[in-house]
Structures are given as C-alpha cells and as structure tokens.
C-alpha cells in the first residue's frame, strides 16, 4: 500500500512538472516572438514557418540575464 502511494504521489508530480516546464516555455516563446515582431501563437504557423521560427528561437534562447541554459534546460525546451 505505501509503494503504491508513493508511485502515485510520485506520478502525480512528474505531471505537475510537466505542466509547469510547458507553461515556462511557452510563456517564455510568446515573450520572445512579440519582442522579434514574430506571430507569437504557435498554432497558426505553416508548418515550415514553425520549423524556421524555433530555430531562430532554440538559436537565440538565453536567461533573462543573458547567460545560456544549462545544457538539461535547453533540451526540455522543445520537448515541453
């Protein structure tokens, strides 16, 4: 009983991560589209206009202050 709960509690945080990693991220898009004059709502791309605006992104990408993500961050960016 208690391995059970605490694979759900587990389970359970992974999926609130998760959602606040994708909230995080496309937050953090939109802000950058808008500062670039780029169409900040994802699903109103063609697709090879999405392709080439999020390598812009994934190319520019920094903290606010400028430093890069540490290489774990960057990959969860296109993920979330």
């Known amino acids: 009983m208690l391995t059970r709960n605490i694979s759900k509690n587990k389970k359970t945080s992974q999926i609130e991560d998760t959602r606040k990693s994708t909230e995080y991220w496309k937050k953090f898009l939109k802000k950058w ?12 791309y063609e697709s090879d206009v999405l392709d080439q605006t999020l390598a812009h992104f994934y190319a520019e990408v ?4 400028g430093d890069d993500y540490k290489p ?3 990959r969860v960016c296109p993920t979330a």
């Not at 589209?33 to 109103?44: I, K, M, S, V």
């Not at 920094?62 to 202050?65: A, I, L, M, P």
Request: hydrophobic share 25%.
């Open 72 to 74: 774990e961050s960057a």
């Open 33 to 44: 589209a808008n500062e670039r004059n780029f169409q900040a709502n994802l699903e109103e």
């Open 62 to 65: 920094r903290k606010e202050k």
